[in-house]
């Protein structure tokens, strides 16, 4: 029986495709560019874009920059505009502008005029702030140093602003100093027992660069004869060789001229020193006048300094090591995080600091803070007494305390008589009460002072005492201004206020 085979018919196609529409293998995609094994979005920096009408609505309506513009509604800019009374020249900028323009870039830690000039062009917030406006660093420079002490006031009216907003009393108040850096280089600094070995040293060395250039110009003038520099070509010595030996003499009267000058700047550095030694002296007469002593008896210590860059500023300890700096000093309420009194000082020490900060605090914000908290450096007696003699409870803490040693236990019963006034500090600060009150410190003065430092103003831009006072009081009341928009106090117009 012969076996009988069926041919089974040929599947049919479920989708015939042409040939240039099939999809191109993986393999000739690889081959013809790189694939990822995840796909990316379409990167195209010069396409076309249709961005909005106005910067505003790019930034968002939360947007520092957006909050700083509404400031000028907010704001008193009087004492600003106030210095502009002649008419004269090209039309300047506006100084609300301008004021709001420093005061962001303050709040973003920017306080180099160079850099601010750059930010205009590149930076679109700092474009939206200034409308399209360009100032170069010069202009910002000139802006800043012209109007120190309406900073001072604008710095008060960020307190009028908060009590207007919501600010209506002050529970715990929190004062501490800071040491902030100059800009000044303690190797720029001199004691004054080095002063006067210097200024004997540059004596000799000035004299010894005259004799020397007097010598090559004595020798010169009987060689070449008087007001000749012997460099001049006339006809006879157009040879070569005789010009060459002609330069070679040149190039001596060139060194006796570089020794006069190197005379003149040591005269100057002999000046600035004398000039330093002298406000050293003067300093330590009022001093012993002060103190009741015979002024012209008077001499500085072999230790005081004097720096030839910023004069006024101090070398202080900060951070283990020492720096030229200023002691800068805050009193910020617990609650708001608000700075209500700042000052800038040359004295490392904060004692006797006290009582001039609550001083401050009342005519800042006419309010009396409840307590006070403040470190072992403002522990005075005298002072003490007169805050408390305002109504102010003072927790000042007495000492330093280890760290990780254990607190002692809280004192019970009466207080113990014949306990000195700094005891019955420590005995209060011992209570559960005065534990509780002081630790608010840690978290109310310490962390804004990190904040100005850090996110504001890491060192002064400018020299002197009475400017460094007037760009502290701008760091404050942009620190202050940053606190508002953070916690979202709504801010009213300068009419609604009035009203």
Same mark, same amino acid.
């Given at each position: 029986?012969?076996?009988?085979?069926?041919?089974?018919?040929?599947?049919?196609?479920?989708?015939?495709?042409?040939?240039?529409?099939?999809?191109?293998?993986?393999?000739?995609?690889?081959?013809?560019? %790189?694939?990822?094994?995840?796909? %990316?979005?379409?990167?195209?920096?010069?396409?076309?874009?249709?961005?909005?009408?106005?910067?505003?609505?790019?930034?968002?309506?939360?947007?520092?920059?957006?909050?700083f513009?509404?400031?000028r509604?907010?704001?008193?800019?009087?004492?600003?505009?106030?210095?502009?009374?002649?008419?004269?020249?090209?039309?300047?900028?506006?100084?609300?502008?301008?004021?709001?323009?420093?005061?962001?870039?303050?709040?973003?830690?920017?306080?180099?005029?160079r850099?601010i000039?750059?930010?205009?062009?590149?930076?679109?917030?700092?474009?939206?702030?200034?409308g399209?406006?360009?100032?170069?660093?010069d202009?910002?420079?000139?802006?800043?140093?012209?109007?120190?002490?309406?900073?001072?006031?604008?710095?008060?009216?960020?307190?009028?602003?908060?009590?207007?907003?919501?600010?209506?009393?002050?529970?715990?108040?929190?004062?501490?100093?800071?040491?902030?850096?100059?800009?000044?280089?303690?190797?720029?600094?001199?004691?004054?027992?080095?002063?006067?070995?210097?200024?004997?040293k540059?004596?000799?060395?000035?004299?010894?660069?005259?004799?020397?250039?007097?010598?090559?110009?004595?020798?010169?003038?009987?060689?070449?004869?008087?007001?000749?520099?012997?460099?001049?070509?006339?006809e006879?010595?157009?040879?070569?060789?005789?010009?060459?030996?002609?330069?070679?003499?040149?190039?001596?009267q060139?060194?006796?001229?570089?020794?006069?000058?190197l005379?003149v700047?040591?005269?100057?550095?002999?000046?600035?020193?004398?000039?330093?030694?002298?406000?050293?002296e003067?300093?330590?007469?009022?001093?012993?006048?002060?103190?009741?002593e015979?002024?012209?008896?008077?001499?500085?210590?072999?230790?005081?300094?004097?720096?030839?860059?910023?004069?006024?500023?101090?070398?202080?300890?900060?951070?283990?090591?020492?720096?030229?700096?200023y002691?800068?000093?805050?009193?910020v309420?617990?609650?708001?995080?608000?700075?209500?009194?700042?000052?800038?000082?040359?004295?490392?020490?904060d004692?006797?600091?006290? %009582?001039?900060?609550?001083e401050?605090?009342?005519?800042?914000?006419?309010?009396?803070?409840?307590?006070?908290?403040?470190?072992?450096?403002?522990?005075?007696?005298?002072?003490?007494?007169?805050?408390?003699?305002?109504?102010?409870?003072?927790?000042?803490?007495?000492?330093r305390?280890?760290?990780?040693?254990?607190?002692?236990?809280?004192?019970?019963?009466?207080?113990?008589?014949?306990m000195?006034?700094?005891?019955?500090?420590?005995?209060?600060?011992?209570?559960?009460?005065?534990?509780?009150?002081?630790?608010?410190?840690?978290?109310?003065?310490?962390?804004?002072?990190?904040?100005v430092?850090?996110?504001?103003?890491?060192? %002064?831009?400018?020299?002197?005492?009475?400017?460094?006072q007037?760009?502290?009081?701008?760091?404050?009341?942009?620190?202050?201004?940053?606190?508002?928009?953070?916690?979202?106090?709504?801010?009213p117009?300068?009419?609604?206020?009035?009203?």
């Amino acid at each position: 029986m012969s076996a009988t085979t069926t041919k089974k018919p040929e599947q049919a196609d479920l989708l015939k495709v042409a040939a240039s529409e099939k999809p191109e293998r993986e393999e000739a995609k690889s081959s013809a560019r %790189f694939t990822s094994p995840r796909p %990316f979005r379409e990167w195209q920096p010069e396409q076309g874009q249709l961005l909005p009408q106005y910067a505003r609505e790019v930034l968002g309506e939360g947007h520092l920059a957006c909050f700083f513009v509404d400031l000028r509604k907010a704001l008193d800019f009087s004492p600003i505009l106030s210095a502009y009374t002649k008419e004269c020249g090209q039309p300047a900028y506006h100084p609300v502008m301008m004021a709001l323009l420093l005061m962001y870039a303050y709040a973003r830690g920017i306080t180099s005029s160079r850099e601010i000039e750059r930010r205009c062009e590149t930076d679109l917030a700092f474009r939206y702030l200034t409308g399209g406006e360009r100032p170069d660093h010069d202009t910002v420079c000139t802006f800043r140093v012209r109007h120190l002490e309406a900073f001072r006031v604008l710095f008060v009216d960020t307190l009028r602003l908060a009590r207007s907003s919501g600010l209506k009393k002050l529970g715990h108040l929190s004062v501490d100093g800071t040491k902030v850096k100059a800009n000044a280089s303690k190797h720029k600094a001199m004691s004054y027992g080095r002063m006067e070995e210097c200024m004997k040293k540059l004596d000799e060395q000035i004299d010894r660069l005259l004799e020397e250039a007097a010598a090559l110009d004595a020798e010169e003038d009987k060689r070449y004869g008087k007001g000749r520099r012997g460099d001049e070509l006339p006809e006879e010595l157009k040879d070569p060789k005789k010009r060459a030996e002609r330069l070679r003499e040149a190039a001596r009267q060139l060194e006796a001229e570089k020794k006069l000058e190197l005379a003149v700047e040591k005269e100057k550095r002999r000046e600035k020193i004398g000039k330093a030694k002298e406000d050293l002296e003067k300093e330590a007469r009022e001093k012993a006048e002060a103190r009741g002593e015979r002024p012209e008896e008077a001499k500085p210590s072999e230790k005081a300094q004097r720096n030839f860059t910023d004069p006024e500023s101090r070398i202080m300890p900060r951070g283990g090591t020492f720096q030229q700096s200023y002691n800068a000093q805050v009193a910020v309420d617990a609650d708001t995080q608000l700075i209500v009194a700042q000052e800038v000082g040359q004295s490392s020490s904060d004692a006797r600091q006290l %009582f001039p900060m609550v001083e401050q605090v009342e005519a800042n914000t006419e309010l009396v803070p409840e307590e006070l908290s403040a470190d072992s450096g403002y522990l005075c007696q005298q002072d003490i007494e007169k805050v408390e003699a305002k109504g102010v409870e003072c927790f000042i803490a007495t000492g330093r305390d280890k760290h990780g040693e254990e607190a002692p236990p809280a004192p019970r019963g009466r207080r113990p008589a014949g306990m000195s006034f700094k005891e019955r500090m420590k005995r209060k600060l011992s209570t559960k009460r005065g534990r509780k009150a002081y630790a608010r410190r840690k978290v109310t003065a310490e962390p804004v002072i990190g904040q100005v430092k850090n996110g504001v103003l890491p060192r %002064f831009s400018l020299r002197g005492l009475t400017k460094v006072q007037g760009e502290f009081s701008l760091a404050c009341a942009v620190h202050n201004l940053k606190k508002l928009w953070k916690q979202g106090w709504e801010l009213p117009s300068l009419a609604a206020q009035a009203a």
